[in-house]
Structure formats: C-alpha cells, structure tokens
C-alpha cells in the first residue's frame, strides 16, 4: 500500500538527534497516518500548472535563476542575476548541474555492483558547490566542470565494462525534463555538437538548452520547484561536505547519499509531489551528519571554539584580508606568512576562525576587518592590502581593488587572479606591494574615524568575542538551566543564517530592541554582522554574556547540540524549550540548514526576509502545515519577538 509523505516522512520530533544504526543514518520511523487533504491540493496544483505553462512565456528569457533570496522580484532573474550572474554563467551552471545527474546516476548504479570511484565522488561535491551563489563567475572555469564530468563518466562507464558488469538504461522521462537533450546518462559534447573539446561559445549555446524553464513548462512551478530545492539543498550540503575533504574528512555514506539523490532527480520517482518533499527532509537527515563531520573536523584539527576577543584595530604593516569559510586555507595562508611582517585579518564568515585555539596562536593573525560579505565592495576598497577568497561569497570586483583580489579553490572571478594551488607565494607578493596600514589609519580607528571603521560600519567599538561553539556553552550549561529555572533567563533567540542588502532585512537588526532583558541571543552565520559589536550586557545576576556567537553557518550544528543537551537536562524536547529560530537565509547552504531542522522535526521556524521563490504557496503550505514554517513579519519585528516569548 503507497503511503503519503507525511506518513512516510513524518519528522521526528522527541529530541534531535537522528536515529542511526551501525550501518550510519537510517530512515525514520513512520508516525500515526494524517490527512491527505493539503497533499491532494498540492498534487491537483501540480496538474494545474503543467497545463498552464505551456503558453506563459511570451518570449525567450537570457537566463532563468530563482535559487537565491534576492532574486528578482521574488520570481526570478531572467536577464542577469542580481547577484551579477551573466546569462553565460547561468546557462553554464544549469548544464553542470545536467553533467552532475548523468554522472550521479551512473554513481549510484556503479555503487549498486560494488564499485565506486573516489575521484567521482570528489568531482560531485566541489562542481556542484561550484555552482552555488556567488562563488563562482567565470564561465571559463566553469567550462572546466563541464569537461572534467564527461571525462569521469567515461572513465566509470569502462570500469564497469571492464568489471563485466552491465551499464544503466536511462530512465524514461524524456523531454519532460531535458526538453531536446537526452537524459544525462546518455550525453556529450560529441554527440550534441560534433567535437570533444569545443569551444566556449558553443557550450554556453548548450547550456540554454538545460534551463529549468523546460521543466517548469511541463511540470508546473509547484513539482518543478520541489525538485529544486532538493538540488538547492544539495547544493549546500555538497559545499560543507567539500570544505570537510579539505582538512581530510569524508565520509563514504555521504558519497553514496549524493550519487542517489542525483539519480532521483534524474528519474520518473522525481515526478511525485511527495517523492519530492521526502527527498529534501532525506537531504536535511544527510546534511545533519555532513555538518556534524565539519565540525569535528575543524575541532579535532584547530581545537574547541574558545571564547576569545578579536580586535577591530587594525595593526601597523602589510596586510592580507581573507573571506570565505575555509579553515583550512587560513591555516595555510598563517603558515607561509610567518616572518614576512604581513598582518592576516578575517572578513566575513571567517571572523570564527579567532576562536580555534590552532588558528588562534599565530601572533600575526591581527584581528577582524569589515562586515557581511555583502559589504565587500565598500569593505576591500578600504582595506589597503591583498585580499583571498576562499569560498562563497564572491562578488565581481571594480578596478579599485581588482588587482588586490585572488581566488582559490572553487570561486572565481574572471577580473582577478585565481591560484590554482595552495601555494599563497603571488597573494604575499601581492601584499608587500601594498601600502598596509600606516600610523594614521591606526590613530583614525582608535578615534572612530577612517577606513578601518567605515568597512566596520563605523560603531565604535574596539574588539568583540567570537569561539562560542557547544563546547563552550555547554561548559556553563549548569548556570543558564539554573536560571531558566530561577526566571532569570525567560528565553533564548536563535539568529542565524545569511544576511544581505536588501531594506527588508532591517527586520534583523530591529529584533534586538524587543527583547527583554531576561534574554539570551545565539548567532551564527554572516547574520550576526547586524549586531556582532553591540553590547548586550550580562544575563541579570550572573557572569553570562547575553550575546553569544557560535560561529560559520555550518555551526548551527552546534546550536543544535546546545539544544539537545538542554532538552535532556530539563526533561523535556527541544520545541518544549523556550527557544525560537529566526533564521535569515540567502542561497543554498541555509536551505540545507533548513531542511535538517525539518527533518528533525524542529517547528515554529521563522524564515525571512522572504520566503524562497521556488516554492510556490502550496508548497508552502505543506511545510507550514507540517512544521508551523512561518514567514518573518518585517513590518512588525515586535510582534515576532513578542510571540515567540509566548514559544509561538
């Protein structure tokens, strides 16, 4: 008998640990039947829609992307991306994403015969990151992916032939989902355009044939989104599963988990609304186990978040700037650096690295500089030395500080310099070129003026605290349950997630002004940048600061711990706390944050500052029904803070 999603996938909600036998994650246990009223609606919704789009778009678009918070109107860009993503860069990114099926579809039937592939299975994750907003820009880079995926596919197809074992028959789903290409287990650039290797312009034209309008035009935008957001959270489990290879951590299951996911969406159980839906909470159960990897990962090689003061003075000398969120690069970069005189700043995402006690020793890591990435370009103008990239979020540079900027890894702009190895030699070169900070701009900081506090946004403050993560916090779990106990502590608010530029996400910078005194604020994310250097003071009668970071996104598995353990002290489950999630998202890794707190069945979420695009409202309406997902009130953020102290 077929069951609905919400009997199969109905989270679980006791506590937040996922259920695992010594095989690793396993599925869930199924919960008592509900209603298929609101599943009967989506299904009819998508029927509906295939029949409608068919004549919609009256002419041909340049491009179309919906996977970020700030795209276009809240329905897509379709000229350029307002993220500064080229109509080329786009259509190049869809056909990676098409690459990436094929060889994911041929992964997982391989892996059904015993064979698998280390090289196929490191391919996946980073050309899929590359494809995640704002890391990668050049389209000749990306050309790359393209010829990189065929060249693993052939090299699987002979492993399996050479193993006589048989090779995959292509679903049969036709142009539903490719429109005039094959299905990806089937395709080439020998066979589309005649040639092995060819040209730029000729794959760019291909990769206008992948867009997502061909699904959206047979399938409806509910079933066609749906499939999108199991590939969005793909998109940022794939990327914290990449930064985990970078210090050595893998993990075969999540392999294997990619390759099926990629299979799925490749085949006819894709085109089931609830099929769909129990891919991405399967996405979020995956994705739990892959930001648990990382953080061990970045503990077991760094040490524990400790909390530890950054400075916001810049130091007198030769600077280099690093932004993204790779430990691993920073590690390195301190490392060749030593003994050159050249200070290492964090920007953005990486302000967490202070906090590991492995990073933290190198006297020359000098504290942090600026705020959220989207500040970059008001932020790398000031900072009078070379800048890195390690990772998202990159935005093409202007000619004020594009000679400074130098990519690595996956991100790539085409303006700048990208280096292809570990090897930082032209980055320093780079930096001892540059003026650095003189006497002048340390004296102008320290008097709240100057370039150091305009890229800070100009609070006055001098340092912050950053290396809250759970170890931490748990080390003083016993005072925070004594004055929860005691009244002392009424609630706790989880910020998190991405942040961004858009008036509406004012709403977090507001939030703080509601909340009483007896409250505690956990951040993470980039999101922390509207109020990192505020001071919130101490919870009343005791020593514990009110305001406390827990570092990169990915780190929301260390909220997750706190919470866990909190829940189990006071003899209750997490949505029994008297805690509320307002999470900021922006691309893809948040909504793989947001599918593992689905999947653990986390509820009265709030998501903001607009819900995503590619899901339409009765999409919506299952996750609201389901887990209470609720839209952020930007008009009203003392409203939101006044229900969510009553735990709504």
Known sequence: MQTSLLQQCRPHTSGLKPIRSSRGVRSLPARPATSRTRLQVLNFKVAEDAKTQSGHHKHQELMSCYQCEQTLNRVGCHEVGVCGKTPEVAGLQDLIVYVCKGLGTLSHHARLHGITDLEVDLFLNSAIFSTLTNVNFHDERMLEFVFRGEELKAKLQNTLLAHEKPLPTPSNVGAAYWGTLPHPLEFTLQQQLGKGSPALEEVIELGKKTSIEIRKASLGETLCGLQELVVYGLKGMCA??????????????????????LAFLSGPESSSVDACLGMALRVGECNYRVMEMLSKAHSNTFGAPTPTDVSLIPQEGKAILVTGHDMHDMHLLLEQTQGTGIKVYTHGEMLPAHGYPGLHKYPHLAGHFGGAWYRQKSD???????????????????????????????TGVAASTHLATKDFTPLIKRALQLPGFTTKDIEEAKAGRGAAVVAGGASGKTNVTVGFGHDAVLSVAGEVIKAVQEQRL??????????????????YSQLFKYMPQETMILTLGCGKFRIFDSDFGNLPGS???RLLDMGQCNDAYSALVVATELAKALKTDVNSLPLSLDLSWFEQKAVAVLLTLLHLGVRNIRLGPRLPAFLTADA???????????????????ADVKKMMLCQ
């Open 620 to 638: 919506v309406g299952v996750l609201v029904k389901t887990f209470n997902l609720q839209p952020a009130d930007e008009a009203d953020p003392e």
């Open 543 to 545: 020593n514990l600061p």
């Open 490 to 507: 009424q609630h706790i608010f989880l910020i998190g997630g991405c942040d961004g530029n858009e008036p509406q996400r004012k709403y």
């Open 380 to 410: 790398f103008s000031h900072f009078p030395g070379a800048i890195l990239v390690t990772t998202n979020c990159v935005l093409d540079p202007p000619e004020s500080y594009k000679d400074n900027l130098f990519t690595i890894n996956e």
């Open 240 to 261: 914290y599963a990449h930064h985990a290879e970078a210090l050595g951590y893998r993990d075969s299951h999540v392999a294997a988990f990619v390759a099926e996911a």
